[in-house]
């Protein structure tokens, strides 16, 4: 770490969704405080000013780092490098060793290049699109079984993606929290669903999933104004 704690604040800008849980179990590993910032993407808040102003990419999660008094504080969006960037900060989370980092790193990309959005498009095209296309559910939901096909096959070779319990593990895990809504038996995937159970059972794991947990009636991603702010 590399200022002092009383100098340091993090601000969590947040929705319960796969993105934003890898950074609330994150910091829920790390056991930094910080502050959670609801935006509420069903009724368009990631399009207000104030928080564009911020994050331009217009999405959660967004990490704003107040880390000294005399230096603006830095505001970051993308879920991958948010992870990056605490797991650096902290010295955690991250392998030291050249070979395994770089095997975290590539789990990492893997993750939100690859798991995260063919998942999302699979969520949307089952759950939220208001007409059923048959070609775009199916195509989405094979590339889910493909990637869950990759991380059986890593799995069952080691015991987390890269040495050590690290930022790699937690990426996948957000989005693996709902495999259900991409339709994915993890019974079919046994390396992957020990992989998940063990990490589930984790005490900091279940506080970062539990995160927004009374945010979640608020949202309605089937309503006309959560269609119109986000697809
Ligand atoms: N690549 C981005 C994706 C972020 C993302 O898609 N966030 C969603 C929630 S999981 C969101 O904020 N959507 C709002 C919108 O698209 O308007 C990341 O990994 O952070």
């Known amino acids: 770490m590399n200022t002092s704690a009383e100098e340091e604040e993090f601000e969590l800008y947040f929705w319960p969704t796969p993105n934003g849980y890898k950074v609330s179990v994150l910091l829920e ?36 780092h107040h880390y000294a008094q005399e230096s603006p504080p830095r505001a970051l969006f993308e879920s991958g490098a ?26 990492l990309f893997w993750q939100v290049g690859g798991l995260g959005p063919m998942a999302g498009q699979s969520h ?17 939901h094979n590339e889910c079984l493909k990637h869950y096909q990759v991380l059986e096959l890593q799995l069952q ?8 319990y ?19 038996h993890l019974e079919d995937f046994p390396a992957v669903a020990s992989w998940y159970h063990g990490l589930m059972d ?11 947990a009374d ?17």
């Open 29 to 64: 590993e790390i056991g930094a405080p910080y502050r959670l910032m609801p935006v509420n993407i069903t009724t368009g808040e990631q399009h207000s000013p104030d928080f564009v102003a911020k994050f331009a990419n217009r999405k959660i999660p967004g990490l704003i």
């Open 82 to 107: 948010i992870l990056l960037y605490l797991a650096e900060w902290f010295g955690r989370f991250l392998p030291d060793a050249v070979e395994e980092r770089w095997r975290c790193l590539q789990w």
């Open 124 to 140: 949307h095209f089952n759950l939220y699109a208001q007409e059923k296309i048959e070609y775009a559910i199916d195509r989405y």
């Open 157 to 164: 070779k080691s015991a987390f993606l890269a040495g050590d």
């Open 166 to 184: 690290s930022i790699a593990d937690i990426a996948i895990l957000g989005w693996v929290f709902r495999h259900e809504r991409h339709q994915v």
């Open 202 to 212: 984790r005490a900091a794991v279940k506080r970062g999933f539990e995160i927004g």
């Open 215 to 231: 945010l979640i009636p608020l949202g309605n991603f089937n309503s006309s104004l959560a269609r119109e702010q986000l697809f």
